[in-house]
């Protein structure tokens, strides 16, 4: 069963912290890879995507990603309490059309 | 901004009766997805739709489960005979193309609730 492990937390910051969100994938093939917002009671929303290892970056957000150890991460700059969401790490299965999502990580920022 | 709509938004159905689900993804998205989320859990996919058959389906898209596009632009999933723990809010997606498949364009949901 090929999975995506996070922690549920919550993690919470103060205000204007960097917030830093992690994630492991079981399925070594996997070649891309992504976050997803989910505010409560509403569809996930697209943030981040990575298809290469290292960092890649977008206004306050940053993404690695570590094939070697299966390892995404997602670190939030300047947090704001609008961040304040579930955050889903999702993986594309190697060869196919299936992306599939961890149980997320809720954040809350504080002001 | 393109966006993914979903119809209905809530429906509720006695257990062992039929529902069907709409979506109308982005034009010009190639790929269309069902997933599924139960209260307090992680977004589950369901199905993969591409060039007008299924491409990929999860165990949980069993004999009970069907999808279709009947025309150029709906996307529709169908539960035979809908049982208490199919309850979810079910999720219709769309992405562009091949190398992002994994991109992600959701619909607000429907939210299903089996008595």
């Known amino acids: 069963q090929k999975e995506v492990e996070q922690n549920s937390g919550p993690l919470s910051v103060p205000e204007g912290a960097i917030a830093s969100l992690n994630c492991t994938y079981s399925d070594r093939g996997s070649q891309s890879f992504f976050w997803y917002r989910q505010y409560s009671g509403k569809s996930p929303e697209l943030i981040m995507f990575?298809?290469?290892?290292g960092d890649k970056e977008d206004g306050r957000f940053t993404a690695q990603l570590n094939k070697a150890s299966q390892y995404v991460s997602l670190l939030i700059r300047d947090s704001q309490p609008s961040d304040s969401a579930t955050y889903l790490c999702a993986v594309n299965l190697s060869g196919g059309f299936k992306t599939i999502f961890g149980a997320g990580t809720r954040l809350f920022v504080k002001a | 901004e393109p966006e993914v709509t979903q119809t209905p938004s809530h429906q509720v159905t006695q257990m062992g009766q039929e529902v069907i689900l709409r979506c109308v993804p982005i034009s010009n998205h190639l790929y269309f997805y069902w997933y599924r989320q139960i209260l307090g859990q992680k977004v589950e996919f369901l199905v993969s739709?591409?060039?007008?058959?299924?491409?990929?389906k999860s165990e949980i898209f069993d004999d009970q489960f069907s999808v279709e596009r009947p025309d150029g632009s709906n996307f529709t999933l169908k539960i035979r005979s809908t049982k208490l723990e199919d309850s979810a809010m079910y999720f219709c997606?769309?992405?562009?193309?091949?190398?992002?498949?994994?991109?992600?364009?959701f619909g607000e949901g429907s939210r299903l609730t089996v008595l």
């Open positions: 739709f591409y060039n007008n058959e299924i491409s990929e």
């Open positions: 990575i298809y290469s290892n």
């Open positions: 997606a769309s992405s562009r193309g091949a190398r992002g498949t994994g991109e992600l364009f």
